[in-house]
C-alpha cells in the first residue's frame, strides 16, 4: 500500500520539502512538486532575463516628467499611459475612476507677530541642479491635506512630535497648550496623530516641521549637494486621522462612486480638529528661536542653532489655511491576466502612481518596476505560459491624500475580494540597499523562499542573506541570535502608511509589503525635489533595484499564480503570535511595575527632591493600580492555534513523505480554505471605536498611525488603561483565534481525507 | 562579669550604634560615645551658627576680582590673602612655594588655508554684563598647557573624542590620521588624552574645540543671556599626561622645592609629543563645514548647523604655538591647628586658589566655603573648644596646570604624611544642586552619617536623603533598587581632576572629595566668563550650597578631628571591591563574547554585506581569543577581607554591647592602624608602567584621565588584552588585599585584647 500511495500521489511529492531549509537552489518550491519546481524555477529565469533597467529609466522620467498629484491632468496622463501599457502586454485593463475628497490650498498663511515680524515663506524655490523643480505652475504648495480650514492667532508652544508622552512632559513643566498654537517636529508618528493630539490638548492650531535632527543637515548634505532635506524642503502629506480609517473621508465602507452616498463636509471624522500647516526648518527657525519659557530636555533638541524651548510664547503666530474641497477623479489602473485552472483565486499585486508633486521616489520608482513586473509576464504569455490562477496589477491613484484609489476599490469589490482575493502584494518607493519584508506572517516561509532565489545587484549574495545580515549587524542579544539562526528571516507586521491598509486590515486578504532601501538616504520626501534628477544621484541611479524589486515581486506573482497548492503555513504565524501574545502580558507587567514604581517615588517624594526647585515641576499624579489580567483564554487558544498548525504540518508532510500528489479537486479546495484563512482573523464589528478596522492581529496604531499595533485590542486597552475592555478583548481575540484555527483544522481533514480516498484506491 | 565589664566601659558605650541606621537625629555618631556624641553635635551646631553667607561673597568678589592663575601676581596676593585670613582666625599658617614649570603661550595661530583662507579668532571678547570680563592684560589667553610648542600644517580630521575606540572607527572607512591634524571635541575623556592618542596613531597636531552639542546653546541659553559657552567661549586646560603622573612634569615623585633635581624639559614625559591648541565654536564652525570625506556616525554629531565630516581635507590647516617654558613659584597655603591629645594624626582638608582665569566658580566657591570653615573653627577655638586631632587646612596654588601645588606639597612632605595623614578631605568648584560624594570607600558609612546631618537649603530634607532621590529618579534596575533600598548612598570611587590624586592614589591617604552641583548648568568652565557675574546669576546666587558646603566639609573635620576612635569601617569596602572584582570578571567574559562574536561576523561576512558598498569599510581584523582567566585568587583574597571586616565589626559590635568604652591607649593604637589601613592597598612599584600612581584600588584610567578605573592594573590589562599581565596582575592585587586584611585582623586583635584586659580587671 506505501508503494501504491506513493506512486499515485508524486506530483505532490516534494512540495513542501524545502520548509525550514535555509538555502535555495534545486530544491522543490512551496506548492510545486519537484518537476514543476524546475518548470516554474525556468519560468522565472526567463522572466528574469526580460526585465530591462532602460525600461524604468525610460519610464521613470516620463511620469516624473511633470507634477501627477491626485486630480492633476498629468495625473491623469500616466494613469492612460499606464493602461495602455499594461493593454499592450497583453492584459486586460481598464480604469476605474472614483471620486475622491481632496482639498487644496487658496489660502496658506503663517506669520509671526511677536516678539518680531516675520512671514513664513511657505515656498520651495527651483534650483538649476534640478529640472523639473522649477514647474511652480502645476506644483501643488506645501501643505497638509485634511486639515480644516482656520484662521487663528496665538502663543507658540514647541511640542517635541506631538505624541502623547509628549504631553506629559508638558504637564510635568505646568505648560498648558489650550488655546495655543502647538509647533511639532515631523517624525514619531503619522503626521496625522500631531494635530489630533495637539486639540485633544485644546490646541487651536498645529505647525509641523522638518527638523534638521531628522530630515536635514544632521542627516547629511543638504540637496542639491547632497541627498538631504535643505532649509526650504517642506513635507507635505495627509493629515487625515487614518487610525479610524483610510480613504475618501466621505466614504467610509462604502466606495466613492459617482453617485455614492457621501457624508457632509463638516461630518467628516477624519479631518483635523483644527488648522494645520507643514513648513520648511528655514521657516521654523525664527519662530523656534523667539520662544521662551524652560528649556526642553534633551530628547526634544533638533538640529537648529538655537537652545529649544518649550514655550508658551512670547513668540506668537497667525497661521490662516483655506482649502478648495473639491470632489476630483482619481484613476485606478486595472490589469487583469485570467487564471487558465484557477480564475477564480486572485494575486493582486498593486503601487500606487499619483505623487505629492514629481514623486520620481515616491511612489514612481515602486511604479516602474512593477509595470516591468507586467511587461515581464506579458512576454511570457505572449510565449505561450499561462497562469493557473488569476494575476491582477493595480496602479492606485491618490494614495498620498489617504490610500484613497486602493481603498475606494477595495470598498467597491469588497465582495468578490472577499471571496476570490489571494494575496496582495504592494510596493510604493523603492531604492538602494536591503530588501524589506513586511505582511501576514502565514507567508513568511513563503517570501523568504522567494527572496532566496533573488541575487542583490552590490553584493551578489541572495537579498534574504543581505537582509539578514544587515539584521544581524543591527539587533543585539536574543533578536541578534534570532536573526542569525532562525531559518527564515522574521517578517515585520504592517502598520499603516501605503496600499496594502484596505486589503489586509480592512477585509482580511493576506498581504506583503515589500521594496528595497537604506541605502537611498536623502531627504526629498513628499517635496518638489522627488525628481528624476534627484533620484539618478542618489536612489538607485543604475535601477539595478528598481530590477531586483521586479524580481522579487514577480516571482511572489509567478510563484502563488502557478502552484499546484497555495504556499500557506501556519507554524510561522502561531509562533508569531505567540510572541505578542507575550508581548501584551509584559506590557500589562511592565506597567503594573511602573504604576508601584511612580508610586513610590510619590511617596518617597524622589521626584519633587531630584527636580530643580527653582523651575516648575508638576508631579504626575498616581495611577490606579494595574489589576491581573486574565490572559489565559488568549494563552489557550494559541495552544489550540499552535496544534492546528503543526496537524496542519503534519498532514503535508504525510503526504510529502508518502511521494503523493493530491488530486486537482482537493487542491483547489485546499487552495479556497488556505486562501480566506486570514478572514478569519478579522471580526464584522472591527476593533473597538474603529469598525472599518477588521484585523485583530494588525492595525496601525491609533496613537502611532504608521506604526502597527499588534494585537491592537487588547494592546491599545492596556495602554489606555482600561483595564475591563483589555480582558474583555482578551476574550474576543481568543474566539477569533480558535475559530482562525477551526479554519486550519478544516484544511487538515481536507488533506486527510483526500490522502486516504488516495490510499483507498490503490 | 558581663556588669562589671559594661560598667568600665560606659563611654564607648554607643559609639557603634548608628551603624546602617538611615536615620539622623540624637543617635551616637561613629567613633563617638553616646555622651560625647551631644557635645559633638552641640559644637557642630554652634558651628552651622557661626557660617555666614555674606563672607562667601565678599571673599569671592576679591578672590575673583582679577585673573589668578599660578604665578600670577593676583594669585600671590589671593595666597597672601587667604594666609592672613587663616592666620586671623587662629591657625598657624605658612605659605609654602614650589617652582614648577607653566608655558604661557608666545603664539598661538591657527588658520585654515584651504579650502578657503580663515583665521581663527581665538579671542573671547569682554562683555558689558560682565565686570571682570575686560581684563585682557591679565588674562591668560585660551591654549592648552604642556602642549609642545610647534608648527604644522596639514589636512584636517574630525575624530569625535578622539578617545581609541573613535579611532576604531576611523578605520573601518579607511581614514588615517597619520600626518594629519586631527579636531577632537571637548568631552569624552581628559583632554590630555586627545593629543596622546592623536599622537599615537600618527596624527601631527590636535585641535580642542568645545561643540555646542555638549558644552554651549544645544544645553540652554548662552552667556550673557544665559549660563552656557557661547560662540567665543574657550576651555583652557592642562594638556599633560597626567595618568602618568600629576605635579610639575620636571619634578615626578619629588618635591619642586627650588633646588629639586629637575628633568630637562625635552625629556619630560607628561609634556604632549604634539602640539594642541583648544578653540570656540565659532573658530571651529568653518573648519568643520569645509571638511569633506563620508558623513560621520549619528553619536559623532555636534550641534553646529552643518553635516559633520571625517576629512581628511579638503580642509587644510596651518597650526602654530609657542610657549614660554617658565619655572613659576607655586603658593600653597598651609594652616594648622594642632591636636590636643593626638597631635600627629592630621585630618586635612583642602581647595585649591589658582584658576585659569577669575575662577569665581573654579575654584573660588570652594575655596570660599573651605575658608568659612577655618573661620568657624578659628571661632569654636577662641571659645575654648580644642580638637583632639591636628586639622590643617590647605588652599592649593596651581592646581589648574596638573595639581601642582597639592603634588608638590605631598611629594615634598610624603614621609610625615605617610605617617600622619589621617583623612583628605577636597572640595573645589561649588553651586546649588546635589552633594556628590566620592572617595574611599573605608570612610562610606562615616560620610553618610555626616551627610545626613546637613539640611539642603532649597528642600530642607537633609543633603543625603535629597541625593539619594535624585540618584533613584536618574538610575534603573538594580542601581535603582540600592539607591533606594541601601541604608548607606554608595559613594563613587574617585579617578582624576582635583587635588586628591596624590593624596589618595599616590600616598594612599584616605581621601574624600566633596560638593554641591547639578543646578547650576552653565558654560563657564576654564573660561574669562567663569566670574563673579556669572557665578551669582547661574550657580549659587545666594551661597546657600557655599554654607552647605562649609557644614559638610566642617562637620566631617570635626568630626574625624573629635571621635574617640577614628570612624573607619571595612564592610561597604569589602562589599564594594567585590562589585569591582565581579566587573572585571564580566569585562573578561564580555570581551570574550565580543571577540567570538566579532568572529561570527567576520565568517559569516555579514559586517561587509550590511555595509554600502558605494563607501569604503574595512572589516575590524579578528581579535585574539580572550582566554579564561584565573580570578581564583582575587575571590580568596576577598572572601579572607570579607572575614575580616566582618571580625573587625564583631570586636567593635562586642564592646559595644558591653557599654565598654577602650582605654585611651588602646583608642590611639587603634587609630594609629585606621589611619594607616588604605597605605596597605598601594605598592610601592605602583601600577604597570606608571609607578607613581600606587593604589591598586582606584587610578585614573591610562585612556580616560579623569574617569576612574577600579582594580586598574587588572582592568586594564585586560582592556589592553594584555592576558598574561591581567593574570599576574590577579595575584599582586590579590596578596594587597590580603594584606590590607590582616591590617585589618591586627587592629580587631588589638580591640579583642584590650576588651579582654579590661574585663580581666573587673
Known amino acids: 500500500m506505501k508503494t501504491g500511495f506513493a506512486a499515485v500521489l508524486t506530483s505532490f511529492f516534494l512540495t513542501f520539502l524545502t520548509l525550514g531549509q535555509p538555502q535555495a537552489g534545486d530544491r522543490p518550491l512551496m506548492g510545486f512538486d519537484k518537476l514543476r519546481s524546475v518548470e516554474e524555477r525556468t519560468i522565472e529565469a526567463r522572466f528574469?532575463?526580460?526585465?530591462?533597467?532602460?525600461?524604468?529609466?525610460?519610464?521613470?522620467?516620463?511620469?516624473?516628467?511633470?507634477?501627477?498629484?491626485?486630480?492633476?491632468?498629468?495625473?491623469?496622463?500616466?494613469?492612460?499611459?499606464?493602461?495602455?501599457?499594461?493593454?499592450?502586454?497583453?492584459?486586460?485593463?481598464?480604469?476605474?475612476?472614483?471620486?475622491?475628497?481632496?482639498?487644496?490650498?487658496?489660502?496658506?498663511?503663517?506669520?509671526?507677530?511677536?516678539?518680531?515680524?516675520?512671514?513664513?515663506?511657505?515656498?520651495?524655490?527651483?534650483?538649476?541642479?534640478?529640472?523639473?523643480?522649477?514647474?511652480?505652475?502645476?506644483?501643488?504648495?506645501?501643505?497638509?491635506?485634511?486639515?480644516?480650514?482656520?484662521?487663528?492667532?496665538?502663543?507658540?508652544?514647541?511640542?517635541?512630535?506631538?505624541?502623547?508622552?509628549?504631553?506629559?512632559?508638558?504637564?510635568?513643566?505646568?505648560?498648558?497648550?489650550?488655546?495655543?498654537?502647538?509647533?511639532?517636529?515631523?517624525?514619531?508618528?503619522?503626521?496625522?496623530?500631531?494635530?489630533?493630539?495637539?486639540?485633544?490638548?485644546?490646541?487651536?492650531?498645529c505647525i509641523i516641521y522638518s527638523d534638521p535632527r531628522d530630515d536635514g543637515y544632521f542627516e547629511g548634505d543638504v540637496y542639491p549637494k547632497g541627498a538631504y532635506r535643505n532649509e526650504n524642503g517642506t513635507q507635505r502629506g495627509s493629515v487625515a486621522d487614518m487610525p479610524q480609517y483610510s480613504g475618501d473621508p466621505l466614504t467610509p465602507f462604502i466606495g466613492a462612486t459617482k453617485d455614492a452616498k457621501r457624508l457632509p463636509i463638516k461630518e467628516a471624522p477624519t479631518l483635523t480638529k483644527i488648522p494645520v500647516l507643514p513648513i520648511s526648518y528655514g521657516d521654523a527657525l525664527p519662530l523656534l528661536k523667539a520662544l521662551g519659557g524652560p528649556v526642553v530636555p534633551d530628547d526634544w533638541r533638533g538640529a537648529l542653532p538655537i537652545t529649544y524651548h518649550f514655550g508658551p510664547g512670547p513668540t506668537q503666530v497667525h497661521l490662516k489655511v483655506e482649502f478648495s474641497w473639491d470632489i476630483v477623479p482619481a484613476y485606478d489602473v486595472i490589469a487583469t491576466l485570467k487564471g487558465s485552472d484557477r480564475p477564480d483565486e486572485w494575486i493582486i499585486r498593486g503601487n500606487h502612481h499619483d505623487a505629492w508633486v514629481n514623486g520620481a521616489s515616491d511612489p514612481i520608482s515602486g511604479q516602474v518596476a512593477m509595470m516591468e513586473e507586467v511587461r515581464g509576464i506579458g512576454e511570457l504569455v505572449k510565449s505561450g505560459w499561462n497562469p493557473k490562477r488569476t494575476i491582477v496589477y493595480c496602479a492606485w491613484d491618490g494614495e498620498e491624500p489617504g490610500l484613497l484609489g486602493s481603498t475606494e476599490w477595495v470598498e467597491t469589490h469588497a465582495d468578490a475580494l472577499k471571496q476570490k482575493a489571494v494575496v496582495y502584494i504592494n510596493?510604493?518607493?523603492?531604492?538602494?540597499?536591503?530588501?524589506?519584508?513586511?505582511?501576514?506572517?502565514?507567508?513568511?516561509?513563503?517570501?523568504?523562499?522567494?527572496?532566496?532565489?533573488?541575487?542583490?545587484?552590490?553584493?551578489?549574495?541572495?537579498?534574504?542573506?543581505?537582509?539578514?545580515?544587515?539584521?544581524?549587524?543591527?539587533?543585539?542579544?536574543?533578536?541578534?541570535?534570532?536573526?542569525?539562526?532562525?531559518?527564515?528571516?522574521?517578517?515585520?507586521?504592517?502598520?499603516?502608511?501605503?496600499?496594502?491598509?484596505?486589503?489586509?486590515?480592512?477585509?482580511?486578504?493576506?498581504?506583503?509589503?515589500?521594496?528595497?532601501?537604506?541605502?537611498?538616504?536623502?531627504?526629498?520626501?513628499?517635496?518638489?525635489?522627488?525628481?528624476?534628477?534627484?533620484?539618478?544621484?542618489?536612489?538607485?541611479?543604475?535601477?539595478?533595484?528598481?530590477?531586483?524589486?521586479?524580481?522579487?515581486?514577480?516571482?511572489?506573482?509567478?510563484?502563488?499564480?502557478?502552484?499546484?497548492?497555495?504556499?500557506?503555513?501556519?507554524?510561522?504565524?502561531?509562533?508569531?503570535?505567540?510572541?505578542?501574545?507575550?508581548?501584551?502580558?509584559?506590557?500589562?507587567?511592565?506597567?503594573?511595575?511602573?504604576?508601584?514604581?511612580?508610586?513610590?517615588?510619590?511617596?518617597?517624594?524622589?521626584?519633587?527632591?531630584?527636580?530643580?526647585?527653582?523651575?516648575?515641576?508638576?508631579?504626575?499624579?498616581?495611577?490606579?493600580?494595574?489589576?491581573?489580567?486574565?490572559?489565559?483564554?488568549?494563552?489557550?487558544?494559541?495552544?489550540?492555534?499552535?496544534?492546528?498548525?503543526?496537524?496542519?504540518?503534519?498532514?503535508?508532510?504525510?503526504?510529502?513523505?508518502?511521494?503523493?500528489?493530491?488530486p486537482a479537486s482537493a487542491q483547489k479546495s485546499l487552495d479556497e480554505m488556505l486562501m480566506t484563512s486570514?478572514?478569519?482573523?478579522?471580526?464584522?464589528?472591527?476593533?473597538?471605536?474603529?469598525?472599518?478596522?477588521?484585523?485583530?492581529?494588525?492595525?496601525?496604531?491609533?496613537?502611532?498611525?504608521?506604526?502597527?499595533?499588534?494585537l491592537p485590542a487588547i494592546r491599545e486597552a492596556l495602554e489606555q488603561r482600561n483595564w475591563k475592555e483589555a480582558e474583555e478583548q482578551v476574550e474576543i481575540v481568543a474566539k477569533v483565534i480558535e475559530k482562525f484555527a477551526g479554519a486550519i483544522d478544516k484544511a487538515t481533514r481536507l488533506v486527510n481525507e483526500a490522502k486516504e480516498k488516495i490510499a483507498g484506491k490503490n
Open 48 to 205: 528574469d532575463s526580460l526585465l530591462r533597467r532602460d525600461d524604468l529609466r525610460s519610464w521613470m522620467k516620463r511620469l516624473a516628467a511633470r507634477p501627477h498629484n491626485v486630480g492633476s491632468p498629468y495625473g491623469k496622463q500616466n494613469a492612460e499611459f499606464i493602461a495602455s501599457q499594461f493593454r499592450l502586454w497583453g492584459f486586460d485593463t481598464k480604469i476605474e475612476d472614483f471620486h475622491v475628497l481632496f482639498p487644496t490650498p487658496k489660502t496658506r498663511l503663517l506669520e509671526m507677530t511677536v516678539p518680531e515680524k516675520f512671514t513664513a515663506k511657505l515656498q520651495e524655490p527651483g534650483i538649476p541642479e534640478d529640472s523639473t523643480s522649477n514647474q511652480q505652475n502645476e506644483q501643488l504648495p506645501s501643505y497638509n491635506a485634511y486639515s480644516i480650514d482656520g484662521d487663528v492667532t496665538g502663543e507658540l508652544v514647541y511640542v517635541n512630535y506631538g505624541v502623547p508622552k509628549d504631553y506629559e512632559e508638558l504637564e510635568a513643566h505646568g505648560i498648558d497648550v489650550k488655546g495655543k498654537i502647538v509647533i511639532a517636529r515631523y517624525g514619531g508618528s503619522w503626521r496625522g496623530i500631531k494635530p489630533k493630539v495637539a486639540a485633544e490638548h485644546g490646541g487651536i492650531g
Open 678 to 710: 486570514e478572514r478569519f482573523l478579522t471580526r464584522e464589528e472591527g476593533l473597538p471605536r474603529r469598525p472599518w478596522f477588521t484585523h485583530q492581529i494588525y492595525a496601525p496604531g491609533y496613537y502611532t498611525g504608521y506604526g502597527v499595533k499588534t
Open 427 to 662: 510596493s510604493d518607493s523603492n531604492g538602494r540597499g536591503f530588501l524589506f519584508l513586511g505582511g501576514s506572517h502565514t507567508l513568511e516561509k513563503f517570501v523568504n523562499e522567494a527572496a532566496r532565489d533573488v541575487l542583490d545587484p552590490q553584493t551578489k549574495v541572495n537579498v534574504l542573506e543581505r537582509a539578514r545580515a544587515s539584521r544581524i549587524v543591527n539587533s543585539q542579544g536574543d533578536d541578534r541570535k534570532e536573526a542569525r539562526d532562525r531559518s527564515d528571516l522574521r517578517i515585520g507586521a504592517l502598520g499603516s502608511g501605503s496600499d496594502y491598509t484596505p486589503f489586509l486590515q480592512h477585509l482580511g486578504i493576506s498581504s506583503l509589503n515589500i521594496g528595497f532601501g537604506g541605502e537611498n538616504g536623502g531627504g526629498s520626501y513628499h517635496s518638489i525635489y522627488d525628481s528624476y534628477d534627484h533620484y539618478i544621484r542618489f536612489d538607485d541611479p543604475t535601477f539595478e533595484y528598481g530590477i531586483a524589486l521586479a524580481q522579487t515581486g514577480g516571482r511572489m506573482v509567478l510563484r502563488l499564480a502557478n502552484a499546484d497548492v497555495l504556499p500557506f503555513e501556519f507554524t510561522s504565524f502561531s509562533e508569531t503570535v505567540g510572541k505578542y501574545a507575550k508581548e501584551v502580558a509584559k506590557l500589562a507587567d511592565d506597567m503594573r511595575d511602573q504604576t508601584e514604581e511612580l508610586g513610590k517615588e510619590l511617596r518617597e517624594k524622589s521626584l519633587k527632591l531630584s527636580s530643580d526647585p527653582k523651575e516648575t515641576y508638576i508631579e504626575p499624579k498616581q495611577k490606579d493600580q494595574v489589576p491581573y489580567i486574565n490572559f489565559a483564554p488568549l494563552q489557550n487558544s494559541l495552544a489550540i492555534l499552535q496544534q492546528s498548525a503543526k496537524n496542519f504540518d503534519q498532514a503535508m508532510k504525510d503526504v510529502r513523505d508518502e511521494s503523493a500528489t493530491l
